[in-house]
């Protein structure tokens, strides 16, 4: 029997957040030969699941003696596309919306799983889990958080349809039920090692069941039971939050409130934060984080694992239902070209998942993807030929603004493609219509940000297991693969099966990769112990303060 206990922890500075997630930048141990598979040395191999054991940070903040009071302004460039908590899979929703709500579990700045909405949680049998919840934890309409809402919320966010970004996530859960007003039985369909990861991933929030809207539509306030309430909106233009008084943490949040302002132009961002109008900006490129260094004094940056940018196919019709087509394609890309134009070489090369723990995915083993990546336009030719395109071929290959890397890098790919005789056509969408075609296939290939995730497998099973809609890939080998490691409890063996899948899609055309972004922020000196938004969705702003 596993248990977990909650508690109050605080999170860290944003200087030891850059020291933490900078690390994603060192070279990974180089992997051995293809067969058997890589992996790290004896030294470097994880000792352990990527889900650790929860734990729990009695230590103070990591700064001086917080102050309370004041308000933080917050600015981002795009506005929500709905308010519906558990639809929020943007980083723009879940900067706004996540500011109100909480989840059952979390993670600490160490990536464990620690309690969040859970007093603990323990493991009864191989197949079986309780989560027992705080007692008078509020909404903030006055109603008492109790186990019915827990259940409503995960029904909704186990709907597939409604819900299709959250497959991957509960598909292996085989019922919920309450166990009284202050505890929740799930049950998984096998043993599965990857069970806290559902109640501590991205947006996997609880929502009152009385009072939640299910259409998502705007209201002039959403009901979480988060550390700050919505107090008005102007869409497109702001936010306004105020600090949440019945907050079930004691003493938190530190700061009254907080002002998120929507600013579209970067250069009315950088203007906007030199001037201390704002105190904080995100999604910044090198040559502007640059620029900032010298403009301001003690400026607080923050760099955390960006997500896999990269070609990705409609593999289920014409042109890339053709592997050697899509291989064609994928063997035309110069990576390192790529991460010197858009990124100005701080990406670097990845697979299809990323962000995940030390070894536990081929982002790790940059020597082996030299290898898998290796240029070579004899062979791409060669493909051609033989998928009956001796001439080439062309494609339409789909973008949004949304995503102004992949935009970039789609530039960067046609030019690369011409000289190997395939004709990129490139067709930039506003974000609801690029969602909308990719997420109906209307597509041959997209070009887009597929965001990092801590548990290993979630990202690859969403996106290429044929099981979910989404999928770019349908294929037995590959589903065969991804099932099987859901149901390896060794640590070091999961990992090897989680390896062998992502070399498949690599290797079979599924996914042309470009690299692996990191996102880049600023914040001013006087914002004290706001970490940065981290790959798992946790927006920790409840322990921030304001020294001024």
Request: proline share 7%; glycine share 6%; net charge positive.
């Amino acid at each position: 029997m596993t248990r977990g206990a909650g508690g109050i922890f605080f999170s860290i500075s944003l200087l030891t957040v850059v020291a933490l997630f900078g690390a994603a930048c060192a070279p990974a141990t180089a992997p051995g030969a293809a067969s058997p598979p890589p992996g790290p040395t004896a030294a470097t191999a994880p000792a352990a699941s990527p889900i650790s054991k929860p734990s729990v940070s009695t230590a103070s903040p990591a700064e001086d003696k917080p102050k309370s009071g004041g308000k933080a302004v917050l600015a981002q460039h795009v506005d929500l596309l709905n308010a519906d908590p558990l639809l929020c899979a943007a980083t723009s929703c879940v900067l706004v919306v996540g500011f109100s709500f909480n989840k059952l579990l979390m993670r600490d700045k160490d990536n464990n799983v620690v309690a969040d909405l859970a007093e603990s949680w323990e493991q009864t049998d191989p197949v079986t889990y309780v989560v027992r919840l705080r007692r008078g934890v509020k909404f903030h309409d006055g109603q008492e958080l109790k186990a019915e809402d827990v259940l409503h919320s995960v029904e909704l966010l186990r709907d597939r349809t409604a819900h299709p970004t959250f497959y991957g996530v509960w598909h292996k859960f085989a019922s919920v039920r309450a166990l009284g007003d202050y505890a929740v039985e799930f049950k998984t369909i096998e043993p599965d090692p990857t069970f806290p990861n559902a109640l501590s991933h991205f947006a996997q929030y609880i929502v009152p069941k009385k009072s939640y809207a299910k259409s998502g539509a705007f209201t002039q306030q959403w009901v979480g039971t988060g550390p700050f309430k919505l107090a008005g909106f102007t869409r497109n233009v702001s936010y306004r939050l105020i600090r949440n008084p019945t907050y079930f943490e004691k003493g938190i949040p530190y700061i009254d409130g907080i002002d998120v302002l929507v600013i579209p132009d970067l250069a009315s961002r950088i203007a906007a934060f030199r001037t201390r109008r704002v105190d904080f900006v995100g999604e910044l490129r090198t040559a502007d984080l640059l620029s900032l260094r010298r403009a301001v004094a003690d400026l607080r940056e923050l760099k955390t694992p960006g997500g896999a940018i990269g070609m990705y196919f409609n593999d289920r019709q014409p042109p890339f239902n053709s592997m050697k087509l899509r291989q064609a394609v994928v063997g035309g890309l110069q990576r390192q070209e790529l991460i010197d134009i858009v990124t100005q070489g701080t990406g670097t090369l990845s697979g299809p998942s990323s962000g995940v723990p030390r070894g536990w995915a081929l982002v790790w083993f940059p020597e082996e993807l030299k290898k898998l990546y290796a240029y070579d336009a004899d062979r791409v030719k060669r493909l051609l030929s033989e998928a009956g395109y001796p001439d080439g071929f062309s494609f339409a290959l789909k973008a949004t603004p949304r995503q102004p890397s992949a935009v970039a890098a789609m530039e960067v790919v046609q030019q690369q493609l011409a000289k190997v005789r395939i004709q990129v056509k490139p067709e930039v969408l506003d974000f609801t219509t690029f969602i909308a075609q990719r997420d109906s296939r209307q597509f041959a290939a997209v070009s887009h940000i597929v965001s990092p995730e801590i548990e290993p497998a979630e990202r690859l099973y969403v996106n290429f297991h044929s099981k979910n809609d989404r999928s770019y890939a349908a294929d037995p080998e590959i589903d065969a693969a991804l099932d099987e490691q859901y149901r390896i409890l060794d640590p070091e063996k999961r990992r090897q099966k989680l390896l062998e899948a992502e070399r498949m899609i690599i290797e079979r055309g599924y996914a042309g990769v470009y690299f692996q972004q990191f996102d880049f922020a600023v914040a001013q000196p006087y914002l004290k112990n706001y970490t940065s938004p981290s790959i798992s969705g946790q927006y920790l702003m409840r322990y921030a303060w304001l020294d001024k």
